[in-house]
């Protein structure tokens, strides 16, 4: 109840102060005002981002084939859950609809899950350090530095990657070792998370047996790249004229901004807020910039919660036309 409260109120704070700024009428104005054609197109890019998305994990799930419209759905429920629930809980709806929707077990879910978010940071950081090439005089920093400082992270995330398995490994081997150091008798729950770790990390190496790297980062830059062209299709129909590689770096600050480990509803202020620094830098007036945020965030859910809805009445009607 306490970490509900306290997303509640990290949501309200972020989103009344970006509100101080902007009126809900500017804001009804710029989604009323949007053209219809942009809409459509960013729409679409949006559709074909998920569809990718379940592709990536047909590639890293590795002990059953899942369909791969089965997946499709999964992936529709676990994006419109990310935006709903409180505390990052929307990451963990994945493997649980993977275990009820799927029967697969809890732990591949999370691995394919932990792999996919790593592809995901290291493309972002690809994408930022490409994109801000342009913005040296704002940053006043020598382009030399700017990549430096984007591939430091994704050599670290791809080192902990490649070797996570044995990371979990050691790190449940150490948890033993300190019970039996502090001569504490192993607890049940103890022995439980010892056993999860390890059936992660073989679950870890099992993906990396698969040896599917070219396809998933292939999938995964087409996911971004998708995410992108949507989002500089909405700020196209807004009205909003910026190039492709202002609104790859604005809309890259907003996203690396809402996976930050904050307790809130979903991505909502946290991703207003990375976006209106990103596209300020970019020259957007402080009004545009959070007005465009809470703009495109609305346009992204109501996509989400139409598919999701389309998506669960296909679920409780199979071919028959019975319902389930």
Request: aromatic share 14%.
């Amino acid at each position: 109840m306490k970490r509900l409260l306290l997303s509640i109120l990290i949501t309200v704070g972020i989103v009344f102060i970006l509100f101080t700024q902007i009126s809900l009428k500017d804001l009804y104005t710029l989604l009323k005002n949007i053209d219809p054609f942009w809409t459509i197109v960013g729409s679409a890019s949006n559709l074909l981002a998920i569809l990718f998305q379940a592709f990536r994990y047909k590639y890293l799930i590795y002990s059953k084939n899942i369909p791969l419209s089965e997946l499709f759905r999964i992936t529709v429920f676990y994006n419109l859950l990310k935006m709903i629930l409180p505390s990052k809980l929307g990451e963990l709806s994945y493997p649980y609809l993977l275990n009820k929707i799927s029967g697969l077990n809890i732990t591949e879910g999370l691995a394919s899950l932990i792999a996919s978010r790593v592809y995901d940071l290291s493309i972002l950081l690809i994408i930022f350090s490409f994109s801000s090439i342009r913005l040296q005089s704002f940053f006043k920093i020598n382009i030399f530095f700017i990549i430096l400082f984007a591939c430091l992270p994704i050599g670290l995330i791809l080192f902990v990657f490649f070797y996570m398995s044995s990371i979990l490994m050691l790190f449940s081997n150490v948890l033993g070792k300190i019970s039996d150091w502090t001569g504490v008798k192993k607890s049940k729950s103890t022995q439980w998370v010892q056993r999860k770790i390890h059936q992660i990390a073989e679950d870890f190496y099992a993906i990396k047996a698969r040896g599917t790297y070219l396809s998933v980062t292939l999938s995964s830059l087409t996911i971004w790249a998708l995410v992108i062209w949507g989002f500089y299709s909405f700020l196209k129909g807004f009205g909003i004229e910026v190039s492709f590689l202002n609104a790859a770096f604005g809309s890259t600050v907003g996203i690396i901004s809402s996976s930050l480990p904050i307790s809130g509803i979903g991505n909502w202020g946290t991703l207003e807020a990375g976006w209106t620094a990103g596209f300020l830098m970019v020259g957007l007036s402080k009004e545009k910039a959070i007005a465009t945020g809470f703009g495109v965030h609305i346009l992204v859910l109501a996509i989400c919660a139409m598919m999701g809805f389309i998506c669960w009445i296909s679920l409780n009607i199979p071919a028959g036309g019975q319902k389930r």
